[in-house]
C-alpha cells in the first residue's frame, strides 16, 4: 500500500486487468515504460481541458502517481504473477485527509477480456475532482489496454535481505571460477566496480562473462538480479539445467548461453520473459518442448539440441528478424483485438466527460494548440525519437563551433539537451529520402538491441524528409585518436595500462557484435577515432552498424567502400565484399595505433603504412624504435611485443588466418598467443622460401599492402 500527497480530493475508483486477457497493445503504445506513460497521457487528455488549472492540477496528480510506482518498482521488485494468480486489481479510493490510497490486490481467476468499474461516485461536486477522476481512469485504461497475452502484472514484493555482493558471489562460487573473477570480493560494498559487471543506477543491468572457462553450473540466485539487462555466458564449460529461476529477470532483454554443456529442459517461467528480445541456447544438451512464448522473441537460436522445436520448417529452431512464424500472426490477430478494446475504453471516457461537459453549460469552446510534428517527442521502446528543432537549438543551430568531427558517415556534433544532458548528435550524409523512413527506424532499432558496456549506446533519432540524425551519449575522454595524437596542451597521456584497457575493452565491444547480435554486426570502419573513452577511459566502440543506415536503397552484395585508407582490409579494398575478419584486420591496425601512437597511414613520409613498418621492425628485431615516445619507456616490453604479436596475427594477407575477436580475447589473456605466432612464423618462412625459389632476389616492397589498386573510397575521415 502507498500513498500519494494531494491537494484535492479523488472519486472512488476500481480497475480491473486480466493476465489472461487476449489484448494485445495498440502501435504506438508497444511498448511504453511508466515514465513514457505519462508522457502521452498528458498529451491525449491536456486537450480535453480549457482551464490552465485543471492542467496543471492534472500533471502533477498523474506525474506523482508514477513516480511513485517506479519508486516502488526498483525498491521492491515487480514480478510475474504465478500461473495460479490471474490477475491484479488497482485500487484508488479518497480519503477524509485529502490524500490518494493506492491498493493493489491479486486474484485466483481472471475474468475474459479487460474490465473496468466506474462507480457512481464519479459524480462529484466539484467539477475539478471530477475531471481528475477521469482523467487518471483513462491513463489507467491506457495502461490496462498493454497488457498482452502471456504479460506480467505487477505485484509489490518486498526486497531481498541479502545485498547484490552476497548474490553475485554465490554465483561466482557456483560457476567454479578459474581466477577470472578476481575483482569480485565478498568484502566490498558495490559490485558496479567489478570486472564484467556493469550498473545502472547501483543496479546490475549486464554480467558479461561468455568465454571465461568456466566448469560450474548456473545458480538459481542469478534471478535475484531484477534489473539485469544482458546475461552473456555462452563459450563456457557450464553443465547441469537452466534454474527456472532465470524467470525472475523481467527486464532481461539478451540471454546468450549457447556452446555449454546445459541438459534438462528449458524452464517454463523463461516464457514470462515478456523484455526477451534475444535468446540463444544452441548446441547444449537440452531436451524435452520449447516454451511457446520464446518462439515469439525478436532473435532465437536452439540449434544444437535435442528439443522439440517442430516441424513446420526445418530452421523452426532458429529465426531472424524478418521469419516470426506464428508470431506475426498472434501479433497481428492481437493487435487489431487490443486496438479495438483500447478505442472502445478511451471512446467510453471521453463520451463521459462530453456528455458532463455539456450539462455543466461550459460558456467557451476549446481550442489546441498544436505546434506541429516539430515538437513532438515520441518514444519507441528504449530509443526517443527527437524533433528537429530540438536538435538544432542542441547544436546551436549545427554551429562550426559545436563539431566534434567528421567522418565517412557525417558530422557529430556536442550538444545539450533541454534536461541538460550532454549528448554527441551524428547528421549522417549519404541519405536517398526514397530509402524510406520505415527501413531507417528499423535499422535503427537493430542498432539499438547492440547493448553492451563496450558499445556505444544508441538514445534516439530523428528523421525529417531529408535528414537524418541519431543521438549518443557525450563521451567526455573524446576518442583513442584524439588521447594519442590530438589532445591539448595539458591533458594527460594514455599510460600503458589504459592502453591494455581500451585493446581489451574494444575487443568485447567487437566479439559482442560479431558473435552475439543477430543478424551479425560488420562495423567496416574499426579505428582508434572510432574507439571512444567514456569518464573513466573505458573503451566503447562507436560508429556500429552505420554502413547499412546509409546504404539501405542498395540490393547488392558489394556496395560502395566504406573506411579509411591504411585500416582496410584487402579482400574488401579489391572485392568490396566484407566479413568479421574485415573488422579483425581493422583492430589489430587500431592495436599498431596504440603502440606506437601514429596513424595508420603517415603521408608526411611519402604514405608509408604503418602495417609495413612494424613488419619490417618486427624482422629486424627492432620494435622497441617505434614504441610511442610519450610512454617515456614506462612500459613492459614483454607485453609490448605480445600485444604487437596479437596485431599482427589480426592483419594477416588471408581473412581464414585471422583470429575471431573471442580468439583475441583469448591471447589478450594469455591463452594460445604462443602458438599461434609459432605458426606464423613458420608459414612465413615457409612463404619466404617459395618466393626466393621463384624470385632470386627478394624486394621486401613487393609484399607492401600500400600497393593495391585504388578503388574509390568515402568521403576524407
Known amino acids: 500500500m502507498a500513498e500519494v500527497a494531494s491537494t484535492q480530493h479523488f472519486p472512488s475508483f476500481t480497475l480491473t486487468g486480466s493476465k489472461n486477457a487476449n489484448i494485445f497493445p495498440p502501435p504506438f503504445l508497444s511498448p511504453l515504460s511508466l515514465s513514457q506513460l505519462t508522457a502521452v497521457c498528458t498529451l491525449l487528455i491536456f486537450p480535453l481541458f480549457t482551464s490552465s488549472q485543471f492542467s496543471a492540477i492534472l500533471e502533477q496528480k498523474i506525474s506523482a502517481f508514477f513516480q511513485m510506482v517506479e519508486k516502488l518498482g526498483p525498491a521492491y521488485g515487480i514480478s510475474f504473477l504465478s ?127 561468455s568465454s571465461k572457462g568456466f566448469n560450474g553450473t548456473l545458480s538459481p540466485r542469478l534471478g535475484e538480479l531484477p534489473s539485469l539487462r544482458t546475461l552473456s555466458l555462452s563459450d563456457n564449460f557450464i553443465s547441469g539445467s537452466i534454474p527456472k529461476e532465470l524467470g525472475n529477470l523481467l527486464s532481461l532483454r539478451s540471454l546468450t548461453l549457447q556452446n555449454n554443456r546445459l541438459n534438462g529442459t528449458i524452464p517454463d517461467s523463461l516464457g514470462n520473459l515478456a523484455a526477451l528480445r534475444i535468446i540463444n541456447l544452441a548446441y547444449n544438451d537440452l531436451t524435452g518442448d520449447i516454451p511457446t512464448n520464446l518462439l515469439n522473441v525478436l532473435s532465437y537460436n536452439f540449434t544444437g539440441n535435442k528439443l522439440n522445436c517442430g516441424t513446420n520448417t526445418l530452421n523452426s529452431c532458429t529465426n531472424n528478424i524478418t521469419n516470426q512464424g506464428e508470431a506475426s500472426k498472434n501479433s497481428k490477430r492481437g493487435l487489431v483485438i487490443g486496438s479495438i478494446g483500447g478505442i472502445i475504453g478511451l471512446l467510453l471516457v471521453c463520451g463521459l466527460l462530453l456528455l458532463w461537459r455539456r450539462n455543466k453549460h461550459y460558456p467557451h469552446d476549446t481550442f489546441v494548440d498544436v505546434p506541429g510534428e516539430s515538437d513532438h517527442k515520441i518514444a519507441f521502446g528504449q530509443l526517443k525519437r527527437f524533433t528537429w528543432r530540438e536538435l538544432k537549438i542542441a547544436t546551436g543551430d549545427f554551429g562550426e563551433k559545436n563539431v566534434l568531427g567528421q567522418g565517412g558517415f557525417g558530422k557529430v556534433y556536442r550538444g545539450v539537451l533541454s534536461d541538460n544532458s550532454e549528448v554527441a548528435v551524428k ?70 595500462p589504459t592502453r591494455k584497457k581500451v585493446a581489451m575493452g574494444a575487443a568485447h565491444g567487437l566479439e559482442y557484435l ?76 587500431m592495436l599498431l595505433e596504440l603502440v606506437t601512437g601514429q596513424r595508420a597511414i603517415d603521408i608526411f613520409e611519402g604514405e608509408i603504412l604503418l602495417l609495413d613498418k612494424v613488419k619490417k621492425l618486427s624482422r629486424e628485431q627492432q620494435l622497441d624504435t617505434i614504441i610511442d615516445c610519450n610512454l617515456n619507456k614506462d612500459y613492459d616490453i614483454v607485453e609490448v611485443e605480445k600485444l604487437i604479436q596479437v596485431a599482427l596475427l589480426c592483419t594477416q594477407q588471408s581473412p581464414d588466418a585471422r583470429p575471431t575477436m573471442s580468439d583475441v580475447i583469448r591471447m589478450l589473456e594469455g591463452e594460445g598467443l604462443t602458438d599461434r605466432w609459432e605458426q606464423l612464423q613458420l608459414v612465413e618462412v615457409s612463404q619466404k622460401q617459395e618466393y626466393e625459389r621463384i624470385q632470386k632476389r627478394l624486394i621486401w616492397d613487393d609484399y607492401s599492402s600500400y600497393n593495391q589498386e585504388p578503388i574509390e573510397l568515402s568521403t576524407g575521415r
Open 83 to 209: 500461473k495460479d494468480v490471474a490477475y491484479v486489481s488497482i485500487h484508488l479510493k479518497a480519503r477524509g485527509d485529502g490524500k490518494v490510497q493506492l491498493q493493489l490486490y491479486k486474484r485466483s481467476l481472471a475474468p475474459t477480456g479487460i474490465v473496468f468499474f466506474v462507480p457512481v461516485e464519479l459524480k462529484a461536486e466539484d467539477e475539478c475532482k471530477s475531471e481528475l477522476g477521469l482523467a487518471v481512469m483513462l491513463c489507467l485504461s491506457l495502461f490496462f489496454s498493454c497488457i498482452t497475452e502471456g504479460s506480467p502484472t505487477l505485484l509489490l514484493q518486498k526486497p531481498k535481505a541479502k545485498t547484490l555482493v552476497g548474490v553475485l558471489i554465490d554465483i561466482k562460487t557456483a560457476f567454479q571460477d578459474v581466477n577470472q573473477l578476481t575483482s569480485w570480493i565478498s568484502n566490498q560494498v558495490s559490485p558496479c566496480n567489478w570486472n564484467f559487471v556493469t550498473c545502472s543506477g547501483g543496479l546490475v543491468v549486464e554480467l558479461a562473462l
Open 514 to 589: 560479431h558473435e552475439h547480435c543477430n543478424p551479425k554486426i560488420i562495423h567496416r570502419d574499426v579505428k582508434a577515432a572510432n574507439i571512444l573513452l567514456d569518464e573513466n577511459f573505458e573503451a566503447v566502440v562507436g560508429d556500429f552498424g552505420l554502413v547499412k543506415l546509409v546504404d539501405v536503397r542498395k540490393t547488392s552484395v558489394t556496395t560502395r567502400i566504406r573506411g579509411t585508407m591504411g585500416h582496410i582490409a584487402p579482400e574488401y579494398l579489391s572485392t568490396g565484399k566484407s566479413s568479421i575478419k574485415t573488422d579483425v584486420f581493422g583492430y589489430g591496425i
Open 427 to 496: 547528421r549522417l550524409i549519404d541519405y536517398e529520402s526514397h530509402a524510406g523512413e520505415v527501413a531507417f527506424i528499423r535499422e535503427v532499432e537493430l542498432i539499438s538491441v547492440a547493448v553492451h558496456k563496450n558499445l556505444l549506446r544508441l538514445i534516439g533519432y530523428c528523421t525529417t524528409p531529408t535528414e537524418r540524425l541519431l543521438v549518443y551519449p557525450y563521451m567526455k575522454n573524446l576518442s583513442v585518436a584524439y588521447r594519442l595524437r590530438d589532445r591539448k596542451h595539458g591533458e594527460a597521456v594514455l599510460d600503458w
